[in-house]
């Protein structure tokens, strides 16, 4: 199965600052099959990109996402209040195996 | 707008199964993966399975022995099931719509556009 691996554990920012997450996957993601979600506590995850750099609906134009073969990023221009919360990859490429990366918490500095 | 709601046991035993059932309402349910993920407590996703309004499933491989999901299209619902359950099976269980491209309808390759509201379930004797 491919493994996701999310640098840094934990992004300590202040509003409106530039947010850089990393995933990185132990081999190739086919067809840059990679999506990101984004969990606020108690709540379910909320789909933020897919296709690697495709907006979901009603996400806003801060989120973006890039990356391809093993290396990819999701960026968040300007970070808002209500950005603060645990950010998930998922590798979509391997039928065998959907899997999801440790996740990264962008906490308020 | 697609919402699901899941319903199921909270409390169960060691070696019990766990039964979970997700509606779907609004939107098509054909064309789409049907899904459960779970959430240990304080930790990340994990994916267990899926399965296409007609019945083709993919299941995480560590699951796979234990694991049955099963779909009713007339009722526009969808189960879970993970038999002989452990400790190590507690978790926040979540059903979600997998979103697969048209032209590679039975690849099994999806992601999750709509979610649930999970339901914790809890393994304890």
Sequence with gaps: ?109 | QVQLQQWGAGLLKPSETLSLTCAVYGGPFSGHYWSWIRQPPGKGLEWIGGILHRGNTNYDPSLKSRVTISVDTSKKQFSLRLSSVTAADTAVYYCARGVVRSYEMLSGRYYFDSWGQGTLVTVSS
């Design chain 1, 1 to 109: 199965e491919i493994v996701l691996t999310q640098s840094p554990g934990t992004l300590s920012l202040s509003p409106g600052e530039r947010a850089t997450l990393s995933c990185r996957a132990s081999q190739g993601v086919t067809s840059s099959y990679l999506a990101w979600y984004q969990q606020k506590r108690g709540q379910a995850p909320r789909l933020l990109i897919y296709g690697t750099s495709t907006r979901a609906t009603g996400i806003p134009d801060r989120f973006s996402g890039s990356g391809s073969g093993t290396d990819f990023t999701l960026t968040i221009s300007r970070l808002e209040p209500e950005d603060f919360a645990v950010y998930y990859c998922q590798q979509y490429g391997s039928s065998l195996a959907l899997t999801f990366g440790g996740g990264t918490k962008v906490e308020i500095k």
